[in-house]
T-cell receptor
Framework: QKEVEQNSGPLSVPEGAIASLNCTYS??????FFWYRQYSGKSPELIMS????GDKEDGRFTAQLNKASQYVSLLIRDSQPSDSATYLC???????????FGKGTTLSVSS | GAVVSQHPSWVICKSGTSVKIECRSL??????MFWYRQFPKQSLMLMATSNEGSKATYEQGVEKDKFLINHASLTLSTLTVTSAHPEDSSFYIC????????????FGEGSRLTVL
């Protein structure tokens, strides 16, 4: 069974710090990897996608992918209280299929 | 990104009644839409894949006669929860990709169902 694992947290960081979120996946043929942010009571919002090994940066967010280790991470620099949310890691195998989600990591940024 | 709209945002119904949730792709055509369900403090669980013009594909453990999915056009998929019971109370979220080659999945606003 295809699985996506995340530490549920909560992960607590002070404002301005770097938050590091990690995710591992079981399906070695996975091709696409995503990070979604979900505020309480809201639907997920896509914040990062990554498809090849290495780093991808977008503003304060950096996604890192290591397919050999089946590991994907998200770094949030200069964390803000508004970043407090649950971050969902999602993985896609074959094109056109649904995403498999991890259980999410709750991030709390204190001011 | 692409916009997916879902309606209603929340609904309260009595046990035994049926509830219909609509999911629309506003600025693109979606041959495939995905329906997820999320219970409190849990992750999104895929319920079914909705295919335009054909029958939906349900995940193991999801009752196809209880959760009716209709994907009648390239921009509209509906989920009907039939004979709803309190244990069906959940957050239902639809999603779609933009185009056949799109990788990113865009989500509707979600529909919170409460069955009394």
């Amino acid at each position: 069974q295809k699985e996506v694992e995340q530490n549920s947290g909560p992960l607590s960081v002070p404002e301005g710090a770097i938050a590091s979120l990690n995710c591992t996946y079981s399906d070695r043929v996975s091709q696409s990897f995503f990070w979604y942010r979900q505020y309480s009571g809201k639907s997920p919002e896509l914040i990062m996608s990554i498809y090849s090994n290495g780093d991808k940066e977008d503003g304060r967010f950096t996604a890192q992918l290591n397919k050999a280790s089946q590991y994907v991470s998200l770094l949030i620099r200069d964390s803000q209280p508004s970043d407090s949310a649950t971050y969902l890691c999602a993985v896609n195998g074959q094109a056109g299929t649904a995403l498999i989600f991890g259980k999410g990591t709750t991030l709390s940024v204190s001011s | 990104g692409a916009v997916v709209s879902q309606h209603p945002s929340w609904v309260i119904c009595k046990s035994g009644t049926s509830v219909k949730i609509e999911c629309r792709s506003l600025d693109f055509q979606a041959t495939t839409m995905f329906w997820y369900r999320q219970f409190p403090k849990q992750s999104l669980m895929l319920m079914a894949t909705s295919n335009e013009g054909s029958k939906a594909t349900y995940e193991q453990g999801v009752e196809k006669d209880k959760f009716l999915i209709n994907h009648a056009s390239l921009t509209l998929s509906t989920l009907t929860v039939t004979s709803a019971h309190p244990e069906d109370s959940s957050f239902y979220i639809c999603s779609a990709r933009e185009g056949a080659g799109g990788r990113e999945l865009f989500f509707g606003e979600g529909s919170r169902l409460t069955v009394l």
